[in-house]
């Protein structure tokens, strides 16, 4: 599996290269590559993509703790920029929310006050319909399916589509699988869902998600879920195991099923202006580190979800792995209601082809 995703990843890195250049771009690196590059070769230890790189910093500002593996997965891209940049592009990171919340930085992302930011692929869907292909239930089979859909040229794609928005993709990182978890409750089963309270994202396909399981979608922010949980205004919530032990949500809601019914990558993202503002060579570095970058933080999230697991064991937390067609059953109206978006059809298409 691990020599496929990296085989994948790989692809994907080509993929990213080819779509964001022209053919003049192209040309004039594929030059700097060959005739103008070897003096910078043998000036940077035998590193081409330095040639004609000029100095350039960027701001990247993002909603999460310096130790949340996408943290790590972004620090791994400054530093490869940086590396092989020579030292002439350098990217500062700015955790915690530092320069806003996720909406906030974004918004600044548009308009180029921040360069850079990580964003969760649901919350892109009002930027490009075919952003709500991540949210619906079940798109993914697997972790190999999912990885190999990440690196597939629809993806790349979609990269660009919000071009105009004022933002472009440069790469994602793994959130892995989201389940649900409740005070008590295992869910087995969709019946399990009836009358119960679930926090969910504020997302509308979420929303349908949990509508056509049964359960009570309950929107609200992720730093009151800890507090509802524990005063009973909702009954469980949906996430990946980091939640038990990142948000200590594992001290009070003491059954996790692993129906995992979404993949919802992060998306790293840049402006527009900046990225039209960078050379070709520029872009390149950008591209190839986040793609690299991106294979980093997979190892690094898989550690962290090891680890969530044996500490919530700790904390008392069960871990129940009911069987998934009875939720894909549930969930097929919502897919045929998506389905209707042709921008959503043709991701959903893109990765049905890749099972």
Same mark, same amino acid.
């Given at each position: 599996?691990? +020599?496929?995703?990296?085989?994948?990843?790989?692809?994907?890195?080509?993929?990213?290269?080819?779509?964001?250049?022209?053919?003049?771009?192209?040309?004039?690196?594929?030059?700097?590559?060959?005739?103008?590059?070897?003096?910078?070769?043998?000036?940077?230890?035998?590193?081409?993509?330095?040639?004609?790189?000029?100095?350039?910093?960027?701001?990247?500002?993002?909603?999460?703790?310096?130790?949340?593996?996408?943290?790590?997965?972004?620090?791994?891209?400054?530093?490869?920029?940086?590396?092989?940049?020579?030292?002439?592009?350098?990217?500062?990171?700015?955790?915690?929310?530092?320069? /806003?919340?996720?909406?906030?930085?974004?918004?600044?992302?548009?308009?180029?006050?921040?360069?850079?930011?990580?964003?969760?692929?649901?919350?892109?869907?009002?930027?490009?319909?075919?952003?709500?292909?991540?949210?619906?239930?079940?798109?993914?089979?697997?972790?190999?399916?999912? *990885?190999?859909?990440?690196?597939?040229?629809?993806?790349?794609?979609?990269?660009?589509?919000?071009? %105009?928005?004022?933002?472009?993709?440069?790469?994602?990182?793994?959130?892995?699988?989201?389940?649900?978890?409740?005070?008590?409750?295992?869910?087995?089963?969709?019946?399990?869902?009836?009358?119960?309270?679930?926090?969910?994202?504020?997302?509308?396909?979420?929303?349908?998600?949990?509508?056509?399981?049964?359960?009570?979608?309950?929107?609200?922010?992720?730093?009151?879920?800890?507090?509802?949980?524990?005063?009973?205004?909702?009954? /469980?919530?949906?996430?990946?195991?980091?939640?038990?032990?990142?948000?200590?949500?594992?001290?009070?809601? +003491?059954? *996790?099923?692993?129906?995992? &019914?979404?993949?919802?990558?992060?998306?790293?993202?840049?402006?527009?202006?900046?990225?039209?503002?960078?050379?070709?060579?520029?872009?390149?570095?950008?591209?190839?580190?986040?793609?690299?970058?991106?294979?980093?933080?997979?190892?690094?999230?898989?550690?962290?979800?090891?680890?969530?697991?044996?500490?919530?064991?700790?904390?008392?937390?069960?871990?129940?792995?009911?069987?998934?067609?009875? *939720?894909?059953?549930?969930?097929?109206?919502? &897919?045929?209601?998506?389905?209707?978006?042709? +921008?959503?059809?043709?991701?959903? %298409?893109? *990765?049905?082809?890749?099972?």
């Amino acid at each position: 599996m691990k +020599k496929s995703l990296l085989t994948a990843l790989s692809l994907s890195t080509l993929i990213v290269l080819a779509a964001c250049g022209n053919d003049n771009v192209n040309d004039e690196n594929e030059s700097a590559n060959t005739d103008g590059g070897n003096n910078a070769t043998e000036e940077n230890n035998g590193n081409n993509n330095t040639a004609n790189v000029e100095s350039e910093s960027f701001r990247l500002g993002h909603n999460l703790a310096e130790d949340h593996p996408v943290h790590l997965g972004l620090a791994n891209f400054a530093e490869i920029v940086e590396e092989e940049s020579g030292g002439a592009m350098t990217i500062e990171i700015f955790p915690n929310a530092v320069l /806003g919340d996720e909406r906030e930085v974004l918004e600044q992302v548009q308009v180029g006050g921040v360069d850079m930011t990580k964003v969760s692929a649901g919350a892109l869907e009002n930027f490009s319909s075919a952003y709500s292909a991540f949210s619906l239930p079940y798109v993914f089979a697997d972790e190999d399916h999912f *990885f190999e859909s990440m690196a597939s040229e629809a993806v790349q794609d979609l990269y660009m589509d919000t071009e %105009d928005e004022g933002f472009i993709g440069l790469t994602w990182y793994d959130s892995g699988a989201r389940s649900f978890y409740t005070r008590d409750t295992p869910i087995m089963h969709p019946d399990d869902l009836q009358g119960l309270r679930i926090r969910v994202m504020d997302s509308q396909t979420q929303i349908d998600m949990l509508e056509a399981m049964g359960g009570a979608p309950t929107p609200m922010p992720y730093g009151e879920i800890y507090t509802a949980l524990q005063q009973g205004v909702v009954d /469980g919530a949906e996430s990946n195991p980091t939640a038990l032990t990142t948000g200590q949500h594992g001290e009070v809601a +003491k059954a *996790f099923s692993f129906d995992e &019914h979404t993949r919802i990558p992060d998306m790293l993202v840049m402006s527009s202006s900046t990225w039209n503002g960078l050379s070709a060579d520029q872009q390149d570095i950008l591209s190839d580190a986040a793609a690299r970058s991106t294979e980093y933080q997979i190892e690094v999230w898989a550690e962290a979800i090891d680890e969530a697991m044996e500490e919530a064991e700790e904390m008392g937390v069960e871990f129940y792995y009911p069987e998934q067609d009875a *939720f894909l059953e549930a969930v097929q109206p919502v &897919h045929e209601k998506y389905r209707e978006d042709e +921008k959503i059809a043709t991701l959903l %298409d893109a *990765f049905e082809a890749l099972r």
